[in-house]
């Protein structure tokens, strides 16, 4: 199994529907981010989870929010969804202390149409 | 405050050699090197973490000018699995675990 698994890969929804996607990852790790990818503009921190109790807005945080369920999971939903929300989503752990960077998962395609 | 990475694309054929740069206008604590091949997630490469410091593995190697806040990524020798896109992710003090990546330098690689 991956260390860090997204569902779903792809998603085609509607603008204005509600829509979450889910993360989650068997690193052990406390630390959790959810990243956007755009053409040309690399990857955009929308929010980031340091515990379960502990959540932080990102560069791009507007039109989203998440939820922190568990150490382990880690969910970002787009309220409305609008057509400009149409990205490839990843979702991050880390634990720098050991040396190591981030761990990706395999990231959400989303289509707002 | 997004790092700036240059050059934004690179073509070689295999065996040539290739240097990726990231600058930041804001004092670094930290910066990563990553590789997304197309369709993939991004993979970690190596981190460094102090001035002058350089690291490398194979034959990827990296350096980070602290007082510049200028890192480069060295590719010697490239192999065609060298290909894909390559970001830098800067970390701004010390345990805040939080990278803002650059735009990415794409790299082919032709036999």
């Known amino acids: 199994d991956a260390d860090v698994t997204q569902t779903p890969r792809n998603r085609i929804t509607k603008t204005g529907k509600r829509i979450m996607l889910e993360c989650s990852q068997t690193?052990?790790?406390?630390?959790m981010y959810w990243y956007r990818q755009d053409p040309g503009l690399g990857l955009r921190l929308i929010y980031y989870?340091?515990?379960?109790?502990?959540?932080n807005k990102g560069e791009i945080s507007d039109g989203y929010s998440v939820s922190r369920q568990a150490q382990a999971k880690f969910s970002l939903s787009l309220e409305s969804a609008i057509p400009n929300q149409t990205a490839l989503y990843f979702c991050?752990?880390?634990?720098?202390?050991?040396?190591?960077?981030?761990?990706f998962g395999s990231g959400t395609r989303l289509t707002v149409v | 405050q997004q790092p700036v990475q240059s050059p934004q694309a690179v073509i070689l054929r295999e065996g040539e050699d290739a240097v990726i740069n990231c600058s930041s206008s804001?004092?670094?604590?930290?910066v990563h090197w990553y590789r997304q091949k197309h369709g993939e997630a991004p993979v970690f490469l190596m981190i460094?973490?102090?001035?002058?410091e350089q690291k490398g593995h194979d034959k990827i190697s990296a350096s980070f000018n602290e007082k510049k806040q200028q890192s480069s990524l060295y590719l010697t020798a490239s192999q065609l699995s060298y290909s894909g896109t390559y970001f830098c992710?800067?970390?701004?003090?010390?345990?805040?675990?939080?990278?803002?990546f650059g735009t990415g330098t794409r790299l082919q690689v032709f036999p």
């Open positions: 991050a752990t880390s634990d720098f202390t050991q040396g190591h960077g981030y761990t």
């Open positions: 690193k052990g790790h406390d630390r």
């Open positions: 989870s340091f515990d379960v109790k502990d959540i």
């Open positions: 804001k004092a670094l604590y930290s």
């Open positions: 460094l973490l102090k001035g002058g």
């Open positions: 992710g800067t970390e701004k003090s010390k345990n805040t675990d939080k990278l803002i």
